[in-house]
């Protein structure tokens, strides 16, 4: 359906109109005047509501603010728009009631939205626009993105994009999805679960097929043939075992029995003692009376002979033995006698060198007394007189002396000089005589003293007579006794000979006597064990240690194979109940796992649902980028730029730099402008920066209103309708002037239907005159609104058709 | 004999509807004379164009006093007709600042400064002729580049987007999730958790 023009517009209780208002909206231009507060904005917003069932730029400040939307004091309203359309009046409808809006019939979602975005031009917005050149961001969170998404239908693709982006990373799925981290929880706790079930089920069916390899190996060694596959089903009977257990106590028993048997042989040999036993009795009745003949002519002598040595030798035990005694008292005696001698000797020695050391003492010390005469007759400093003689003697010329002056010629003893040297030569031998004499002194000295110690120590060894004559006694003692030993050796050895061999033969006897019972009765025992063994004959002629190897290795070969029999069929029988007890294992294992795989396998089934749908998510969300980055390019080409700077230039011809935008070169992820600002005349050559720092104030209104017409021509026209409210808050005169030209252009040459709200009067005023029917079929109507406390709103609707001009005459 | 600048400029607007009107011409009564005079047709049919010569122009167009006296006379006698007509002055050639604001409060002002034309009123490059152009834009028609892809009606961004979304993705899920953008990122997460959450139940449990 085409939309071709408001008609009129009634409006009742909506936001500041009081009352109900009924304006007629069929011009090519609606100028629409009131002072703030009077309802301007009012009346256009009801046109959104009527043609949509909301006010989007109210939505956006405020959720709730439906509540808002009918008049303070009124209990219902409505809004209703009429529109021309191909097929005739098209009625749009929406009612209020208190906090409830009630959207009759409405527009298309489409065209509602291109109402929205590209035809009314709502003053909240024209305040975004103003503040997006403010802020110098150009992130997709700023205010020039947030804008252009919205007029370019972005928001909702952004909202989709930033909304479905947790799905991207699992984290957040599970942080904002409840129930995922459950599901996924679930499952993750169960696999190790399974999978500890299933290796214990591996490992058991290890052990049952190690166990089946051994089974298989002992009931061969029982002598059954295993079925190949299940060796585990055989029958095993007990009483079989039990019988095996007996023989086997019943051998073990025999063994016993055996080895006591060969303990009792061990001791014997097999000579038949019986025979000699009376010949041993003969010879140890002999040997005794040889003893007893021996002990009558011996024993007294040998017996006080033993006394005497004991006397002489009391510390020592002598041996029984007679041989041993005799020569161990022969040593000790032969020891004492020598030291006895030595003792006696000595003594006599010593007394004769201490009667020789005290005659050379006496000597001694005469000669020493003689020397030191001799010393006393010497002066003793006749050496130092012969040398001061000497040297004088050389100052001596004549008889005169050099010392006393006087002339020795005077006493006629002969030349003074001869004197002198006769002197000093007797001088000089009687200090030669001195040294000799000292040397001899002290030599006598030395021995007188070495005879002193001598004679000392020889006094205190002095043996006194008695003590000798006491040692001579026990010399005499010690050498009869030795006589009487050596004179009784031949007795004293047979004596022993003769001990000895009573002793040997009384033994012999009795250790014979003793054999010869035990081995018959161990031949017995052996008999009796033969025959409880059913293979063992007994043996004759045999000897009982041969008899009993037979016997042994008999039970031992019995033993053996029984012990291997018991052995096999103790190790099948555990197999049998390992294998048992490891498949009803495993049989519970396979219980628990199927209960735990249906668990993982519902849980699993819930996340692959979800799982789907999160990748229907992501395919959205690429969806959404193709969908999003495609629109961007569409809509930032040179198109929209071009559009843009035809229209700032008419509004500001005087702007040296335009505001463009800088159009995404890539497909981008999300819309992330960035206006610039090239020249006018140069292009990207000189370009300046973003329109907020190269524009002024006026020239950024300006920007902002011509970039929202640009994008309400770039498109096809659904509705084409302008709404504007109030755009030229902050414009000059001049770019009033020039916008009211454009505003013209737009009405008069694109067929766009104009609505405009201004406050300012004279703006209004100038408006009505610009804005005036340039055609016939021109037609400009004003509304004027106004309010008061005490009544209801008031719309006048003023209608100025075309008048043809005539001002103007050629003179 | 008008100076190329001039003759420029009124090439341009004849070519974009705009006639001579014969100079002098009168309004109520009072005769007017100006180097050029033109008027627009049909929507422009109210358009009253005067271009000034400010640097060798007759009739006192290189007295900026002057100038501004003849356009208050001319804007007062249309006044008086009661004409509805729109009056916007080119000044052709540079002009002070301050003598186009004292302009600008009784009509519309357009400034030309010299741009390269040759004799015959021909912009010397496409670059003069569009400095000409971006000069006196307001008066002339604003054309709007053809689509790329032909008259047919562009779809929107959400229809782009049905589009766009491969075949296999559950149409319920699209169709909620696109219900719920209208109000935001976080009511699309809201919806898509919701929507997921509702198909995470695992049977058996409660």
New interface residues.
């Given amino acids: 359906m085409k939309y071709a023009q408001l008609c009129s517009i009634d409006v009742a209780n909506f936001r500041s109109i009081r009352g109900h208002i009924h304006a007629p909206l069929d011009a090519k231009v609606v100028l629409v005047h009131g002072e703030n507060g009077a309802g301007k904005t009012s009346l256009l917003s009801a046109i959104e509501l009527a043609l949509t069932g909301r006010v989007d730029a109210l939505r956006r400040a405020d959720p709730d603010y439906q509540l808002q939307l009918l008049h303070k004091r009124a209990l219902s309203g409505y809004a209703e728009v009429s529109v021309s359309t191909e097929e005739g009046i098209e009625r749009f409808r929406t009612e209020l009631a208190e906090g409830k809006v009630s959207p009759g019939r409405v527009l298309d979602?489409?065209i509602a939205?291109?109402f929205g975005e590209r035809a009314y031009l709502p003053q909240s917005l024209l305040g975004q626009l103003l503040q997006i050149y403010q802020d110098a961001g150009s992130d997709s969170a700023s205010p020039l993105a947030r804008f252009v998404s919205s007029l370019?239908?972005?928001d909702?693709?952004?909202?989709?994009?930033?909304?479905?982006?947790?799905?991207a990373d699992v984290r957040n799925v599970r942080k904002?999805?409840?129930?995922?981290s459950t599901?996924e929880i679930?499952k993750g706790r169960l696999e190790p679960l399974i999978k500890d079930q299933w290796d214990a089920r591996k490992s058991l069916e290890h052990g049952v097929l190690a166990k089946r390899g051994e089974l298989r190996v002992a009931i061969e060694a029982l002598g059954i043939v295993p079925n190949p596959e299940i060796p585990e089903q055989v029958s095993i009977l007990a009483t079989d075992r039990e019988e095996d257990d007996a023989a086997l106590a019943r051998l073990t028993d025999q063994l016993r029995v055996l080895a006591s048997i060969r303990r009792d042989m061990a001791d014997q040999s097999d000579s038949d003692a019986s025979m000699v036993e009376s010949e041993l009795s003969d010879g140890a009745e002999r040997s005794t009376a040889a003893l007893r003949a021996w002990q009558e002519s011996y024993g007294d002598r040998s017996s006080d002979l033993r006394a005497r040595v004991e006397t002489l030798i009391p510390h020592v035990a002598f041996s029984p033995d007679l041989n041993l005694f005799r020569a161990e008292a022969l040593r000790l005696l032969a020891g004492e006698l020598a030291q006895s001698a030595d003792k006696a000797s000595r003594g006599r020695v010593d007394a004769r060198q201490l009667a020789e050391a005290q005659d050379q003492l006496v000597v001694a010390n005469e000669q020493l007394m003689t020397i030191d005469r001799e010393l006393s007759a010497i002066a003793s400093n006749s050496g130092s007189l012969s040398a001061a003689l000497a040297e004088i003697s050389s100052f001596i010329i004549d008889d005169v002396c050099p010392v006393c002056d006087r002339n020795y010629a005077e006493l006629d003893h002969g030349a003074l000089s001869d004197h002198v040297h006769a002197k000093t030569r007797s001088l000089s031998s009687s200090a030669d005589r001195l040294i000799a004499l000292g040397r001899s002194r002290s030599d006598q000295q030395a021995s007188i003293e070495r005879l002193q110690q001598s004679i000392g120590g020889l006094a205190s060894r002095q043996i006194d007579e008695e003590s000798l004559a006491a040692i001579d006694r026990r010399t005499t003692e010690v050498v009869d006794v030795q006589r009487a030993l050596d004179a009784l050796g031949p007795a004293l050895e047979s004596g022993q000979r003769l001990i000895e061999a009573d002793v040997a033969a009384r033994q012999r006897l009795t250790k014979t006597q003793q054999s010869s019972g035990r081995r018959l009765a161990i031949r017995g025992n052996l008999n009796e064990l033969a025959n409880s063994i059913s293979q063992i004959l007994p043996g004759e002629g045999e000897t009982i240690e041969a008899f009993a190897d037979r016997i042994e290795l008999a039970l031992t070969k019995e033993r053996d194979r029984l012990t291997v029999r018991i052995r096999n069929r103790a190790a099948a029988l555990e197999a049998i109940t390992a294998i048992r007890t490891a498949k009803s294992q495993m049989e519970q294992i396979d219980s628990v796992v199927s209960g735990y795989q249906a668990?993982w396998d519902?849980?699993e089934?819930?996340?692959q649902?979800?799982q789907?749908?999160?990748s229907?998510?992501l395919?959205?969300r690429d969806?959404?980028d193709?969908?999003?980055s495609?629109?961007i390019r569409?809509e930032f080409n040179?198109?929209l730029n071009?559009?843009w700077r035809?229209?700032f230039?008419?509004?500001a011809?005087?702007e040296e730099f335009v505001p463009a935008f800088r159009i995404p070169e890539a497909s981008t992820q999300r819309l992330q402008p960035k206006l610039y600002t090239p020249h006018?005349?140069l292009g990207d050559d000189v370009a300046g920066g973003t329109p907020g720092a190269m524009l002024s104030a006026g020239n950024l209104n300006t920007a902002a209103l011509t970039l929202f017409i640009a994008l309400h021509?770039?498109?096809?026209v659904?509705l084409p309708w302008l709404i504007l409210d109030d755009p030229v808050q902050s414009m000059d005169?001049?770019h009033i002037?020039?916008f009211a030209?454009?505003l013209?252009?737009?009405?008069?040459?694109?067929s766009r239907q104009v609505m405009i709200a201004v406050h300012d009067r004279q703006l209004f005023e100038y408006l009505r005159?610009?804005l005036?029917p340039?055609?016939s079929d021109?037609s400009l109507i004003t509304l004027e609104l106004n309010r008061s406390s005490r009544r209801d709103s008031q719309c006048i609707a003023t209608r100025h058709g075309f008048?043809e001009?005539?001002?103007?005459?050629?003179? | 004999m008008n100076s190329p600048l001039v003759v420029a400029i009124g090439n341009r607007l004849r070519t974009a509807g705009y006639d001579d009107?014969?100079?002098?011409?009168?309004?109520?009564s009072v005769?007017?004379?100006f180097t050029k005079a033109m008027?627009g047709s049909?929507?422009?049919?109210?358009d009253?164009v005067i271009v000034v010569d400010t640097t060798t122009g007759s009739f006192g167009d290189t007295d900026s006093t002057q100038v501004r006296r003849r356009i208050e006379a001319l804007s007062r006698?249309?006044d008086v007709?009661?004409?509805?007509?729109?009056l916007?002055v080119v000044l052709a050639g540079a002009a002070l600042a301050g003598d186009i604001e004292a302009l600008?409060?009784t009509?519309?002002?357009?400034?030309v400064e010299p741009i390269s034309v040759d004799l015959d009123g021909n912009p010397q490059d496409d670059?003069a002729r569009?400095?000409l152009e971006?000069?006196?834009?307001?008066?002339l028609?604003?054309?709007?580049?053809p689509?790329?892809d032909g008259?047919?009606?562009?779809p929107?961004?959400?229809?782009?987007?049905v589009a766009?979304?491969?075949d296999?993705?559950?149409k319920d899920?699209?169709k909620a999730?696109?219900a719920?953008?209208?109000?935001?990122?976080?009511?699309?997460?809201q919806?898509?958790?919701a929507?997921?959450?509702s198909?995470?139940?695992?049977?058996?449990?409660e």
């Fill in positions: 979602d489409e939205e291109f370019l239908g972005l909702r693709l952004d909202a989709l994009e930033a909304g479905l982006k947790p799905l904002v999805i409840d129930g995922w599901v679930e668990a519902r849980n089934a819930a996340l649902r979800a789907a749908l999160r229907d998510g395919k959205i969806a959404v193709a969908v999003r495609s629109i569409r040179d198109r071009r559009l035809d229209l230039v008419r509004l011809p005087g006018r005349d021509l770039s498109v096809p659904q005169d001049i002037a020039h030209a454009l013209r252009t737009l009405s008069k040459e694109h005159l610009e005036s340039a055609f021109d008048r001009e005539t001002a103007l005459r050629v003179a | 009107v014969a100079t002098p011409f009168r309004v109520a005769s007017f004379d008027r049909e929507g422009r049919g109210l009253l006698a249309l007709a009661r004409s509805s007509l729109v916007t600008s409060e009509c519309r002002v357009l400034i670059k569009r400095q971006d000069r006196i834009r307001l008066l028609p604003l054309e709007i580049p689509r790329d008259q047919g009606n562009e929107t961004a959400i229809e782009s987007l766009g979304v491969p296999d993705v559950n899920f699209l999730l696109m719920s953008s209208r109000l935001g990122d976080e009511a699309v997460t919806e898509l958790a929507f997921i959450g198909r995470l139940y695992v049977e058996g449990d």
